[in-house]
DNA sequence: CTTCATGATGCAGTTTAATGTATCGCTCCT
DNA sequence: AGGAGCGATACATTAAACTGCATCATGAAG
């Protein structure tokens, strides 16, 4: 491989990584099968322009070619920012995830419950901020004490519990370094509030 | 064929143009074959990456990937300042090319003719000055000049008037525009005042 | 009119990316 | 221990890029 091929495979996978996506979530939105996803980011494969393209575009990137004298000025242009590890950008999005359900699972079963509008509002609030900005222990401390309230015992001390919770990661969000994450859109490529196929 | 693709075989024909290098030619340095250079161009191919990198470092470009949002600023810094149309280019790197051989041919014909070695001297002048930046109309008058003096009836008229002309086209070339062209080097690709193969 | 270079196109044959499916080993979590 | 999601890999098959070579039409230059 050369060096060029090998530096874009490589781009791709971090700006994969960067959005905390799959090779599986990113073949969904690209329409490349996962497995010829890994053997693109291995560089053991000469890929076409169309594929390029497919991936790129999944990854809200864009093909260009820029004289060699203006790739530094590029270079530092599309530079991405990543400050919180991938790890944790793809554990918080799991998080928010299974919050969504579980959140999802509580207007379902107790609709009625005291405070859940609130707890609903804080969620929607705090979803509108950008995964990377979000506190990761935070969001783990709200998941556990959301899913106690989903169980049986209905605790109550977890709801109010919870309430205090979210607004917390939500004010640290708001307050937060501004981690101007170049190329990382506010909300994951797929939909966490999603379709349904259980309502 | 995307919007994309379409977009970069349009921009390797560009570059190519601009940089006066006809499809062989090109396909000389990249290694890539003529007849596959006109598929890549017309865009009735879908590339392979490999083939993209070797036609782009040959015009010495290189493709990267670019966060959509830095997209704007990207392209205006790899802008081709085209000013002089393709055609002229072409048609100038031939003038040089034919003065050079003239210039050659006056050496070894005629190697103490008075003003030769002015008359090559400012011919090493002109070639430090990029292509584009050169008077076509110029050129074509100084080469006319020039093949004058290499026939048998010497003339010197023509000598003193190729003189004036060199450095006419020198001096405009030294105050015009200054057209910054970002990718287009100094020199083309090949080298002029080549190898040898009659010294 | 002839010559020459250019870009486009055709064709046979080879190479290889792409795909679908399935599996494997790994890590993390319960 | 078991399950889930991850990335890597294997296989057979299909589709298509690539190559080398030959040709053709066009346009410019002598």
Redesign the pocket.
């Known amino acids: 491989m050369s060096y060029d091929t090998a530096d874009i495979a490589a781009r791709l996978q971090a700006a ?2 960067a959005r905390g ?5 990113l073949s969904d939105l690209a ?12 560089g ?5 322009l ?3 393209v497919a991936l790129a575009h999944a990854l809200d990137l864009e093909p260009t070619l820029v004289p060699r004298k203006a790739l530094p000025a590029v270079r530092s242009l599309s530079r991405d920012a990543v400050s919180a590890s991938r790890k944790d950008i793809v ?1 918080a999005q799991k998080e928010i995830q299974r919050i969504s359900e579980t959140m999802r699972g509580l207007q379902i079963k107790a609709p009625n419950l005291e405070g859940l509008q609130q707890l609903q509002k804080s969620f929607s609030e705090l979803q509108r901020f950008r995964v990377p900005t979000l506190d990761l222990k935070g969001l783990k401390q709200l998941r556990q004490a959301l899913e106690l309230i989903n169980r049986p015992t209905q605790d109550m001390a977890a709801l109010s519990q919870s309430i205090k919770l979210m607004q917390s990661v939500r004010n640290k969000a708001a307050h937060g370094p501004v981690r101007d994450a170049d190329d990382i859109p506010s909300r994951p490529a797929y939909s966490l509030d999603d379709e349904d196929d259980d309502a």
Do not use: F, H, Y
Not at 44 to 48: C, S
């Open positions: 994969r990584k996506l799959s090779q599986r979530e329409g490349v099968p996962q497995a010829q996803i890994s053997r693109i980011e291995a053991t494969v000469d890929l076409r169309s594929s390029l554990a």
